[in-house]
């Protein structure tokens, strides 16, 4: 039986095993005792458990006098986006994001549309495992009325400061892969209303996700063929709930998911007249720190996880941020990830520019960045962490190019840097593995340092 997984991500797990109707009642009577019995907006991406996962999480509102505004299917940075806008107490969002299937889950939100902080987060879990829910009697229980404008709210709030007019007049042919997920019920709306002729596979919500619903490049292969026999101009992809954008070149060629957010950090800051900040995670690509030292702007890192982003965002006042799963954010439409904003930003910059994306995309600063994962059980992620702490401290210098390391940064597993290579290991906060990023100025310096690495993290997981 797989273990549930509870971060400040949210919980997920299997439907079935580790994730019950029992479970998500009882997570969701929490949260609501959490915002105290005030409104909260649900909203679900499109998995097949979604009905059973939807009643369990009402039933739990409803009990601790919750009035609950349904969204229905939606994206995350929809609920996220209403959350703000209706100024409730809260919202919750039924998901597993990229995980599998058979996965299934809850994302938490404070009344600022945001992932609740590690202090919020602690609260919430000492209700639930404390027996702290406060139950109502008949009288005071709450009630659930649907909401239909989330949609057009949310397409509304990103047209309002893209250069609409600009964009329809190129009238893009537009890929898109939705991989059956929330994304299908408004990207293609979305893509519509700013010109686009949209080419769609896999906008069916009440359907399987037809791959993994990561938007990596080996689950992109129908999309890829897709863009090559109908010439369009450029391919998106979505998770299932719809807060990454993966992009694949007019060449049918996916760009890599680091792509997103460096493309349009470039795209935002070549248009600011006042400089700033940029805030990404320490797992994104450090082509970011290049590009933004050539507009005079500054980067924070912060460790991986959307809140951690959006607290420095708002701390520094950044003007773009994100991560490099994919994940775009710009405060100008709401502090979360959105799959939505990376494409209209992204559409805005092609239509500028009048370059393709592989033109973009080579325009940016070159690194190789390799990412591995390794499945690993609970218990034995930290027995990792310690290893890699030892080993970086005792072997300071770089076997591959005899450099010495120049910095060691904890603050999120293990990233050990050498002038322009680095290392990171960290255990995931949503599924049971252990991530092993590098970059470097080679791909075969990069693959070479994470084997290393991936070696010694066997010896432990298996």
Same mark, same amino acid.
């Given at each position: 039986?797989?273990?549930?997984?509870m971060s400040v991500?949210?919980?997920?797990?299997?439907?079935? @095993?580790s994730?019950?109707?029992e479970i998500?009642?009882r997570?969701a009577?929490?949260?609501g005792?959490f915002?105290?019995?005030?409104e909260?907006a649900?909203?679900?991406?499109?998995r097949?458990?979604r009905?059973m996962?939807?009643?369990?999480?009402?039933a739990?509102l409803?009990s601790?006098?919750c009035?609950?505004?349904?969204?229905g299917?939606?994206?995350?940075p929809?609920?996220?986006?209403?959350? @703000?806008?209706?100024?409730?107490?809260?919202?919750l !969002?039924i998901?597993a994001s990229?995980?599998?299937a058979e996965w299934?889950?809850?994302?938490?939100?404070?009344e600022?549309g !945001?992932?609740?902080?590690?202090?919020?987060w602690k609260?919430l879990l000492s209700i639930?495992?404390?027996?702290k829910?406060n139950r109502v009697p008949?009288?005071l229980?709450?009630k659930v009325r649907e909401?239909?404008l989330?949609?057009s709210?949310?397409?509304?709030?990103?047209?309002?400061?893209?250069? !609409?007019d600009l964009?329809?007049r190129?009238r893009f042919?537009v890929?898109l892969?939705c991989a059956?997920?929330?994304?299908?019920?408004i990207?293609?709306?979305?893509?519509?209303?700013?010109g686009?002729r949209?080419?769609g596979i896999?906008c069916?919500?009440?359907?399987?996700?037809?791959h993994?619903?990561?938007?990596?490049?080996?689950?992109?292969?129908?999309?890829?063929t897709l863009?090559?026999?109908?010439?369009?101009?450029?391919g998106?992809a979505?998770?299932a709930?719809?807060?990454r954008l993966?992009?694949?070149?007019?060449?049918?060629a996916?760009?890599?998911?680091?792509?997103s957010v460096?493309?349009?950090?470039q795209?935002?800051?070549?248009?600011?007249k006042?400089?700033?900040?940029v805030?990404?995670?320490?797992s994104?690509?450090q082509a970011i720190d290049?590009i933004?030292?050539?507009?005079g702007?500054r980067v924070?890192?912060?460790?991986?996880? @959307? &809140?951690y982003?959006?607290e420095?965002m708002?701390?520094?006042?950044?003007?773009i941020?994100?991560e490099?799963n994919?994940?775009?954010i710009d405060p100008?439409?709401?502090?979360?990830?959105?799959s939505?904003?990376?494409?209209?930003?992204?559409l805005?910059?092609?239509?500028?520019?009048?370059?393709?994306?592989?033109?973009l995309a080579?325009s940016?600063p070159?690194?190789?960045?390799?990412?591995?994962? &390794?499945?690993?059980?609970q218990?034995?992620?930290?027995?990792?962490?310690?290893?890699?702490?030892?080993?970086?401290?005792?072997?300071?210098?770089?076997?591959f190019?005899?450099?010495?390391l120049?910095g060691?940064d904890?603050r999120?597993?293990?990233?050990? &840097?050498w002038?322009?290579a680095?290392v990171?290991v960290?255990p995931?906060?949503?599924?049971?593995?252990?991530?092993?990023?590098?970059e470097?100025?080679t791909?075969?310096?990069?693959?070479?340092i994470?084997?290393?690495?991936?070696?010694?993290?066997r010896? &432990?997981?298996?």
């Amino acid at each position: 039986m797989k273990p549930l997984i509870m971060s400040v991500s949210g919980v997920r797990g299997v439907v079935g @095993e580790s994730i019950t109707p029992e479970i998500l009642a009882r997570f969701a009577s929490a949260y609501g005792t959490f915002v105290k019995g005030g409104e909260v907006a649900v909203g679900t991406d499109s998995r097949l458990s979604r009905e059973m996962c939807r009643y369990a999480v009402l039933a739990g509102l409803v009990s601790v006098g919750c009035q609950v505004i349904d969204l229905g299917i939606c994206p995350t940075p929809t609920v996220q986006l209403m959350v @703000e806008r209706l100024k409730v107490r809260g919202g919750l !969002v039924i998901t597993a994001s990229h995980n599998p299937a058979e996965w299934n889950g809850l994302k938490f939100l404070s009344e600022e549309g !945001v992932f609740l902080n590690p202090r919020q987060w602690k609260r919430l879990l000492s209700i639930y495992h404390g027996n702290k829910i406060n139950r109502v009697p008949f009288s005071l229980l709450g009630k659930v009325r649907e909401n239909s404008l989330a949609l057009s709210t949310h397409i509304e709030k990103i047209l309002n400061y893209l250069n !609409v007019d600009l964009i329809r007049r190129k009238r893009f042919r537009v890929a898109l892969d939705c991989a059956n997920g929330a994304g299908s019920v408004i990207t293609p709306i979305f893509l519509r209303r700013l010109g686009c002729r949209v080419l769609g596979i896999n906008c069916q919500v009440n359907e399987v996700f037809p791959h993994p619903p990561e938007p990596i490049p080996e689950n992109l292969s129908s999309l890829s063929t897709l863009i090559k026999e109908k010439k369009a101009d450029v391919g998106f992809a979505q998770d299932a709930d719809a807060d990454r954008l993966a992009i694949v070149s007019e060449k049918g060629a996916p760009i890599g998911e680091e792509y997103s957010v460096t493309l349009a950090t470039q795209f935002v800051l070549r248009n600011q007249k006042k400089k700033g900040t940029v805030v990404v995670n320490l797992s994104t690509t450090q082509a970011i720190d290049d590009i933004a030292q050539k507009f005079g702007f500054r980067v924070v890192r912060t460790p991986v996880g @959307e &809140i951690y982003v959006v607290e420095g965002m708002k701390k520094h006042g950044a003007v773009i941020g994100g991560e490099g799963n994919g994940g775009v954010i710009d405060p100008r439409a709401h502090y979360g990830r959105d799959s939505l904003v990376g494409m209209g930003l992204i559409l805005q910059y092609l239509a500028e520019s009048g370059k393709t994306v592989s033109e973009l995309a080579k325009s940016i600063p070159r690194y190789y960045l390799v990412k591995k994962k &390794i499945r690993c059980p609970q218990e034995k992620k930290d027995k990792v962490l310690g290893m890699v702490r030892r080993q970086f401290a005792e072997e300071t210098l770089d076997p591959f190019r005899n450099l010495f390391l120049t910095g060691l940064d904890l603050r999120d597993g293990v990233k050990a &840097i050498w002038g322009d290579a680095w290392v990171q290991v960290r255990p995931s906060g949503t599924e049971p593995i252990v991530r092993v990023f590098a970059e470097a100025r080679t791909k075969i310096e990069a693959r070479k340092i994470v084997n290393s690495i991936l070696m010694r993290i066997r010896k &432990i997981c298996r």
